[in-house]
């Protein structure tokens, strides 16, 4: 049983992972949205873990989804494809 639980919005560490579908925010207030099915059924959820992997879906379009096998969402909280989500993504490439 889960007596107390924290919501901790503070930057981890940034680290190369050398994974191409791997992304990381640099800003506190920025997070992914996700649909997760559990018990009380579909639901968005919010994550900053950005570890994706690609899935196909029932009509054999790649999906983005998270390394529990949610779903991400596009801006619009939409199921999409990954080719949908890529075009609402904007990526920057840091220098470190």
Request: proline share 0%; hydrophobic share 40%.
């Amino acid at each position: 049983m889960i007596s107390q639980s924290q919501l901790v919005l503070s930057q981890g560490a940034l680290k190369t992972t050398d994974r191409n579908l791997d992304a990381a925010f640099i800003r506190e207030d920025q997070f992914f949205t996700v649909s997760v099915q559990d018990d009380n059924g579909v639901n968005t959820r919010f994550t900053r873990d950005g570890a994706f992997y690609l899935s196909s879906n029932a009509n054999d379009q790649m999906m983005l989804v998270t390394s529990a096998g949610n779903k991400v969402l596009d801006e619009m909280v939409n199921r999409s494809s990954l080719r949908e989500i890529l075009k609402t993504l904007r990526f920057r490439k840091m220098a470190y």
